[in-house]
Structures are given as C-alpha cells and as structure tokens.
C-alpha cells in the first residue's frame, strides 16, 4: 500500500509543482476540463433517456414524410436504419451525435428537413440578448439598492424598499405573466409577440429603441421574478462585510464611510456576489424560456415548443445541449471571476 501511495505521489508532483508556479492557470484548466466533462454527461444521460422512451426515430420521420399509413419492406426499413447510424447502440449514436455538433452540423428537423443550425441559431441569440439585458438591469438595481441601503439598515426608506422586494419575490410567476399579457391587451401600449428587425427601422438608435420596447413586458418580468431575492441577498452580503472588524479598524483610523463602502466592503462582496449573479442567470434562463411561449418571443423557447410537438429527437437533443451548455458555462464564469476576486480559491485554501 505504501509503495502504491509513493507512485501516485511520484506522479502527482509535476501537476503539484505547475500548480505551484501557474496556481491560476492550472485552476482554470481544471475548471474548463471539468465543465466539458460535465456538458458530456448531460447530453449522456438525456441521450439515453430518449432512447429509452418507445418513440421511434425511423416511425416518426416516415410518418411526417409520408404519412401515418406508410408501407415499406422489412429490407428497406432495415437499410434506412443502417444509413440514419439508429442500428447501433444509443451510446455509439451518442458519440457520433456529438462529433457532429462539435463541427457544427446539427443536422435537419424531423419536421420539415430544415437545417437545425440555421433554425436554432438565429432564437439562441434571440434568448441570450433578453436573458442579458434582464440580468443586466435586475442585478444592477439589486446591487446598488442593497449597497445604498446597507449603510442605512432600519430606515423607513429601507423598510419600504425591502417590503417591496419581499412582495416581489412572493408574487406568483404564473399570474405576473398572465396580469402582463392582460394589460399589454387592454392598453395596446406593448406588444405581446415578435420582435423587430433592422430592415424596420430607419437608423440603429430607432430600430434599439424598437426592440426595446417590443421586449419591455420580458425584461419587466425577468426583473419582478428575480429583483426581490437579488436585492435582499446583496444587502446582506454588504452588512455582513459592514460588521466585520477590519471595517472598525478602518474606521477607527480615520477613513471616510464612502472608502470604506466601495473601496472595502463592496470590494470584499464582490465573490458572493458573482455567485448570485450567476444563481440568478440560471433563474433568467428557464424564466426566460417560460416567457417565450407564452409571449410568442421567437426564442429556444419557441423552438422546445415545436420540437415537443413534433418529438423531433434531434431537435430536442440539440436545444437540451445548448441550454445545458449555457448553465455549464455560466458556473465557468462565475467560478474563473472567483479566482480572479480572491486568490485563496486559485491556491485552494477558500
């Protein structure tokens, strides 16, 4: 055992002493490694549950090319499987799936033999730009109301600010998006589906304005699902830094409170805060995708719709890696911006 123990130290102690030297870049490696690992596992088990379900592929894309009541021979239905790759194992199918989206080629739908990449592609960047604007105004709001207020803890200003967070939060998600959808119908003040395109407008600053206010109902929304926890949890994170004692110490020498508050505490919140704002961007995601439906936002929303209609495979497999993907890197981010805030998680001591 103990000759065992001295050969795995003996081959540990290259990546030890490089770890040593370049702590931040082994620690983003390690990071990147194991998120493409983790993106291998969720197309893993998803691909073997629909394999295990009793739809199948060559039945449903006959059916939609044909008809219900298709006839073919044994021999012809034997060979489509060969040249489709569906008489190999799902797990085989799955590596060759893979290699193909890792091209590029996310082949054609079931429904309609479309190209997946050019369906798809044009609605991710659709989701990412509402998903990123809403993050962006729900986390800034949050972010400077929890810090403003955290140096006035008990206030009456701080009491209403925090009762309405509170009230947010608690508002049922399912009656926002139906009040949203009644009010844009009664008032005719926003639009409740689509989204504009260049070709509408004269000039950029217009068609950004358009497009702004085509989508102000989502990004409301986002924000009323997500500004109430966020704002609660950045206070906390600064009161917490507030009562610290390098915070007395700070004080007692002298430094002025607006220092203090940005120069310190603020800075020392800075990886809590990370965290939530990824927390909260996983939250904007599937808020998102929700809000696509219902507001017919053509988005990968839209895109689950149709495919789950359809039980297009390759679709759905498609759409699922891409979202599993995005949840994946969002955790990279936040987790490489850890290391950069504070070292002690690049050496593994946090």
Known sequence: MNRVMSMLALAASPFLRLRRRLPLAVYIASRVLLTALMMFLIGFVFFGAMALSEHDIIDIMLAEAIGEHYTLSSEQLAYLRVHLGVDRPWHAQYVRWLGRVLRGDFGVTLAGRDCVRALVMPRLRNTILLMSISLAVSMSAAVALGVFFSTRAGSKADLAVTSFAVFLHSLPPLAVLLGLQLFAFRTWLFPVSGVPVPTMAPNLAAFVL?????????????????????????????????????????????????????????????????????????????????????????????????????????????????????????????????????????????
């Open 210 to 350: 358009m497009y702004l206010h085509h989508i102000f109902l989502l990004v409301l929304a986002n924000f009323i699902f997500t500004f109430g926890y966020s704002q609660r949890m950045a206070k906390m994170f600064m009161l917490d830094q507030i009562g610290q004692p390098y915070i007395v110490a700070l004080r007692s020498r002298g430094f002025s409170e607006r220092r203090i508050l940005f120069r310190h505490a603020l800075r020392n919140a800075l990886g809590p805060l990370a965290n939530l704002g990824v927390m909260q961007a996983v939250v904007l995601l599937n808020g998102t995708l929700m809000l696509e439906v219902i507001f017919s936002f053509p988005g990968i929303g839209t895109a689950i719709g149709r495919a789950t209609f359809h039980w297009d495979g390759n679709l759905i497999m498609v759409i699922v890696f891409i979202i599993g993907s995005m949840i994946a890197l969002c955790v990279l981010v936040a987790d490489i911006a850890l290391a950069l805030i504070d070292p002690r998680i690049r050496y593994g001591k946090g």
